[in-house]
Structure formats: C-alpha cells, structure tokens
C-alpha cells in the first residue's frame, strides 16, 4: 500500500514556542491531505484540509491563525502549531487519498505526539 | 453533520473467541474504511468497504449501505488483535473522513 510519512514522531516544547510537523507522500502524489487530531481515549477529529497550491479550509472551531498549514508541493504538507499552550498537547496524524478520485482508500501516518509544558 | 457511532464501545475476549464490531452511521455515505490503531498510534487500515462483503485472513467486513451499518467480524483472536478499531465514513463528494467513537478490545492470552 501507500506510504505517508510524518516528522517528528514525537515532540516536546515549552508553553508559547511553534512546533511545525510535516508530512510526506512518499510514493505517491496528494493534491489533498487531511490533519486530525486525537486527545488520550478519544476518536480522531478532522481539524483541516490541506490543498497543494492554495489555502487550506478549516473545520468550525479550528483556529486557523493557531493551526497553519501549507501545502508547498504534491508530496509535503505542513502543520505549524503557533504559540503552543499545555492545552493543544494531542496526537495529531495526516492522511492523503492516493487518486484524484473521492472513492478512493486513504492513507494515514504514524502520527506525531505533541506535548508542551 | 452525519454521526457515527460504533458498539460496543469496550470488549474483553479470551484468545481464540470470535467478535461482531459494529458502526452505525446517519446519512449516506461514498467511503467507508475500517482501520485498527495499535499501541503506538498507528492507524491500519483493514478494510476499505462502502458496500457489500471482503474478507482478509481472520477478519471479513459487510456494509449494507441502504441500512447505514457496518460490520467487522474478528475471528480466532490473538492478543495482537488487541486496541482500537474505528470506522470512518466520507459522505457524497468529499474525501473528508468522520471517525467513529471507536471500539477498544482486549484479547486476553
């Protein structure tokens, strides 16, 4: 199957820094990613989706301006975690679908688990 | 927004037993997925099943979209079995993925 990637795996930081998370398509190209987000014992939540080449579009109650992303090329879309505080420590996965198609499988990455002391 | 709810939410199994999973959903749907996340955090996937039946080794799936339900059958478990299954739908048009509440199964040795 595809591959998506992300880096870091796991982060930590102090309360007030930026974190920026990045994930990769690696064998394949994504026009559209998608960034979740999951607290401990909890579902996944979409938070946005990421589209190569233009702005990203958020779901309600995502802060955009907290949460920027960019979507520079057909393999890398970024997540950047602005002004981090304790309360935006989660785990947080990107998925991409691999075709052009909306009936599609989507693929997921291993997840990057941020905490912010 | 649709809603997708999945049962039980918790379940304990010796190995060996068999189980039913279940994921109920509110509207029509184009995609639905069912994935395992292991101790890590890692989402696999299972199955990829909008409608009708697959199996995979231990493991088949049905959707019957017309009634808005899934199901992942898990047969002969194993301790590795062990985590969260979610189902996640997409609805017409869009790839934008609705997770389940998740089931979280225990598979005793």
């Known amino acids: 199957g595809a591959v998506v990637s992300q880096h870091p795996s796991w982060v930590i930081c102090k309360s007030g820094t930026s974190v920026k998370i990045e994930c990769r398509s690696l064998?394949?190209?994504?026009?559209?990613m998608f960034w979740y987000r999951q607290f401990p014992k909890q579902s996944l939540m979409l938070m946005a989706t990421?589209?190569?080449?233009?702005?990203?579009?958020?779901e309600q109650g995502v802060e955009k301006d907290k949460f920027l992303i960019n979507h520079a090329s057909l393999t890398l879309s970024t997540l950047t975690v602005t002004s981090a505080h304790p309360e935006d420590s989660s785990f947080y996965i990107c998925?991409?679908?691999?075709?052009?198609?909306?009936?599609?499988?989507?693929?997921f990455g291993p997840g990057t688990r941020l905490t912010v002391l | 927004g649709i809603q997708v709810e999945q049962s039980p939410p918790d379940l304990i199994l010796q190995e060996g037993a068999n189980s039913t999973l279940r994921c109920n959903f509110s509207d029509s749907v184009n995609n639905l997925q069912w994935f395992h996340q292991n101790p890590w955090g890692q989402l696999i996937n299972l199955f990829y099943?909008?409608?009708g039946t697959k199996q995979n080794g231990r493991l088949s799936a049905t959707t019957v979209a017309t009634e808005r339900y899934s199901l992942l059958y898990i047969s002969s478990s194993q301790t590795t079995d062990s985590g969260v299954y979610f189902c996640?739908?997409?609805?017409?048009?869009?790839?934008?993925?609705?997770f389940g509440t998740g089931t979280r199964l225990k598979v005793l040795a």
């Open positions: 990421s589209n190569e080449g233009s702005k990203a579009t958020y």
């Open positions: 998925s991409a679908p691999t075709s052009g198609r909306v009936t599609d499988t989507q693929y």
């Open positions: 064998d394949f190209q994504a026009t559209t």
């Open positions: 996640a739908v997409a609805t017409s048009g869009t790839y934008k993925y609705i």
């Open positions: 099943i909008p409608s």
